[in-house]
């Protein structure tokens, strides 16, 4: 193979080449403000994205350095190779990453095989003549595998998330609905480059996920937070019924894999629950479910995975119910409404407290995704 790149948290010897910065002669070396000359709507939306500031998000770059110290520094390299792998000169994960990846070593471990010299993988057969660069139709650029590449993984350290094998076991899975279907969703189709006037399907390049935008404007975060509820919103189904005692509160995961997922360990999701009496009176009760991967050193809570040894996996899979009973307060008069509401967080507060960015908390929203009630 030409050209070809493989990593693997460090790179495989024998399969590494220079990636130039510029487009190629037939091939995909361009970074992606090369390609936004072209791209314009595409690489907009992918430079307001998680893809884009993989490198610089301060959470990666204090928690990096966190599992150099506790698990070495070839453990600290596995992680800056999936999130700067580097390709084509991008800081972040570029275009070049997905468009010219020809396959992976195996699914995990950001262990992804580019070709800088293969035409680029497109969603169309009939591509503008006058085009700078080949492309090809290659399925593998919307294959859950390619996804899998850095979202199956198996250290270092305690760091293990099984993405993968969770969409794998889900109906969406079983089903053969991509990743791509949830997280880029369709646009309307249009122009992909100035080059040629023909409506191309199109999909959104913010690669919809969980994390925050740092850094991001007013306008681009609020947009964000937007999607980002609406995405937890359409995999996420809670209910309200009564019981005797009171009401039993129900979640439903509809979506691919487990939530959380991915960096689960930094992720809450959870359900508190008011009761408001005839009188006006409240009582509310917090957290009766509450979806996370619980880092623990000798049994007890910590807040980072580099200072755990064991992690208690609190997540929901995919296709699961939870189910809680929570007793009426017997204080309240009659009638009395109950009202669930669920939320959730990309970051915990204590996560961002102890690796000293108390001062970001404001860019990190709590989304409130749906309530459900019953009297």
């Not at 294959?143 to 590449?149: I, S």
């Not at 279907?181 to 189709?189: I, K, W």
């Not at 409506?199 to 994390?211: L, N, Q, S, Y």
């Not at 439903?252 to 487990?258: Q, V």
């Amino acid at each position: 193979m030409s050209r070809a790149r493989a990593t693997a948290g460090v790179l495989a010897c024998g399969l590494i080449a220079a990636c130039g910065a510029g487009v190629a002669t037939g091939g995909a070396a361009s970074n992606a403000e090369a390609c936004g000359a072209c791209h314009v709507v595409e690489h907009a939306a992918w430079a307001a994205s998680g893809q884009a500031s993989s490198t610089s998000s301060p959470v990666f770059v204090a928690l990096s350095a966190r599992a150099g110290l506790a698990w070495g520094s070839a453990a600290q390299a596995r992680c800056v190779a999936c999130h700067q792998p580097g390709f084509a000169g991008d800081h972040g994960i570029g275009c070049v990453a997905c468009h010219a990846a020809m396959g992976n070593l195996e699914t995990r471990d950001g262990l992804l095989v580019v070709d800088t010299d293969a035409p680029l993988s497109g969603s169309f057969a009939n591509p503008s003549p006058d085009a700078p660069h080949a492309t090809r139709v290659y399925g593998f650029l919307v294959a859950p595998e390619l996804c899998a590449t850095c979202h199956q993984v198996t250290g270092p350290g305690l760091l293990h998330e099984t993405t993968f094998d969770e969409y794998l076991s889900s109906s969406a899975g079983k089903q053969g609905a991509g990743c791509v279907s949830c997280h880029m969703p369709a646009l309307a189709p249009g122009p992909v480059a100035p080059l040629g006037e023909a409506a191309r399907p199109r999909a959104d390049h913010a690669f919809i996920g969980f994390d925050p935008l740092w850094g991001a404007s007013e306008t681009d975060a609020a947009a964000a937070t937007e999607r980002t509820r609406q995405l937890l919103a359409s995999g996420l189904t809670l209910s309200v019924s009564r019981s005797s005692a009171g009401i039993v509160v129900s979640l439903t995961n509809l979506a691919g894999h487990a939530v959380p997922t991915g960096a689960a360990a930094l992720r809450r999701i959870w359900v508190d629950v008011a009761f408001a009496g005839a009188d006006g009176q409240q009582i509310e009760r917090t957290a009766v479910i509450d979806l996370r991967a619980q880092p623990t050193r000798a049994g007890a809570p910590v807040a980072l995975i580099t200072d755990a040894d064991a992690v208690d996996v609190r997540t929901l899979q995919p296709g699961a119910t939870r189910s809680i009973s929570v007793d009426t307060p017997a204080q309240l008069t009659a009638p009395i409404q109950a009202t669930a509401r669920l939320r959730a967080t990309a970051i915990r507060p204590e996560i961002l407290s102890a690796l000293g960015l108390d001062a970001l908390s404001a860019q990190v929203p709590q989304h409130e995704i749906a309530t459900a009630s019953t009297q």
